[in-house]
């Protein structure tokens, strides 16, 4: 099993989650997270007054999927997130060791 982490923009969520669907993803956590990268934030105007602003707000997905399902949920999320801009996001993957259904104890697979 793996977990997707992907860092998106907020208007992409209802497209992205919708594109995971699509493929088989059948559940997701959302977050909403601020942070930057090489986007470093952007200058704004409050009553005369500028000021940078360094955290940006972002949606951080996470998903979790059989090893075989990683590469068609990664597509699913490339294709629908990417702008073509600074501040698309970013996306993480990592080896899970274990997941349970609190409700039935199941393990594995097959507590996805």
């Known amino acids: 099993m793996k977990k997707i982490e992907a860092i998106i923009r907020h208007f992409k969520l ?19 997270v601020r942070g930057f990268g090489r986007q470093k934030g952007h200058k704004e105007q409050y009553r005369g007054a500028e ?18 399902e990683v590469q068609i949920a990664v597509d699913a999320i490339l ?3 990417r702008t073509g801009q600074i501040g698309d996001g970013k996306i993480f993957i990592s ?18």
């Open 14 to 32: 209802e497209e992205v989650k919708d594109a995971l669907t699509a493929a088989g993803v059948s559940g997701m956590t959302v977050s909403e």
């Open 51 to 68: 000021y940078t602003v360094d955290f940006l707000p972002k949606v951080k997905m996470e998903v979790v999927v059989s090893d075989e």
């Open 79 to 81: 294709k629908t997130a």
């Open 95 to 112: 080896e899970l060791q274990e997941a349970i259904r609190i409700r039935t104890g199941e393990t594995g697979s097959e507590s996805l």
